[in-house]
């Protein structure tokens, strides 16, 4: 009798789940928090993935040579401005790349120019570009105390140089060592984790109050280390900082779902050409840009917070950066496409995430 019962429930509960199933999902037109639309014949190549998207997108600093001032940043600008698709809209939101000679002046002229928005902070020689970074956080203090006092963002890489230090633990160090002194000394400093990856993470910008926020990336909340290593080596899954355990990412995905405003949506895609990815020493960055929020609505879906996803895609990060929220819409709808197995990439070809296998969402076409 109670078997027949509990059967009955079950088979209920499923018809429900089943008719209550999302298929569409319109959102406020979101903004990327974090992306990196390389330069030169590479910049064409990728930016129009993005403006489809987002309107708009915290733009990288990490070129040769880095964007270290104002004057490069606006240079930057029109760069972008000039490889925009025709009739399409879309606003960069410039990065400094800070130095060790990073003065106080170049931070004012950085706020006095109105189209700066944030510091990228890369321990030197953490990843891609990274040669010029911050070799001690005590020589970017100048820098520091003036964006603290001007309310300027701190986009921060974390993760420790110490190659002592095991490649996926290095997060959790840069925490103990730089950053939780960091926000400690300067308590109004704005700070940006970037792309974080774990939960050790999570927990730390929990703990710390509303100056400090975190981005996420789709992969980081899709796939965990095993990843890397499916049948062999997977050279388009490698990426700073690296994919790490299954408890990680849940804690992510669960940080991303919770509704806390310090979370938000930041892609990381950072496009490489084939060869410099399939090879003895190969670079790192996923490209997802082609796809980023079907990949995003993805994971919102499987944690079953499809309920969640505007306020993470959409609001948080406007919120956090003083900018308005967007007006326009997204719409996605649940159907299956594969994804290319790679793009045109100026001279090269660029092997985006998931590529030649099936993408469950997609975004539709514009009205
Ligand atoms: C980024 C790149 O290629 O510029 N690579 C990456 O693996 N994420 C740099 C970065 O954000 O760490
Ligand atoms: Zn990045």
Known sequence: MNATVALTESKTSATTTTSARIDRIELTRPDDWHLHLRDGEYLPAVLPHTVRQFARAIVMPNLR??????????????????ALP???????LMTLYLTDRTTAAEIDTAVASGVVKGVKYYPAGATTNSDSGVTHVDRARPALEAMQRLGLPLLVHGEVTDTSVDLFDRERAFIDRVLAPLVRDMPGLRVVMEHITTRDAVSFVESCG??????LTPHHLLMNRNAIFVGGIRPHYYCLPVLKREVHRQALMDAAASGNPKFFLGTDSAPHARHTKETDCGCAGCFNAHAALELYAEAFDRAGALDRFEAFASFHGPDYYRLPRN?????????????????????DTLVPLRAGEPLQWRQLPEA
Not at 210 to 215: G, R
Request: hydrophobic letters at 40%.
């Open 86 to 92: 025709a009739g399409s809209r879309f606003e960069p």
């Open 210 to 215: 509303p100056e400090v926020a975190a981005t």
């Open 65 to 82: 040579p880095p964007v270290t001032t104002t004057v490069m940043a606006l240079a930057y600008r029109e760069r972008i401005l000039a």
């Open 327 to 347: 007006t326009g819409k997204v719409v996605l709808v649940r159907e299956s496409w594969d994804a290319p197995v790679e793009y045109p990439y100026g001279a």
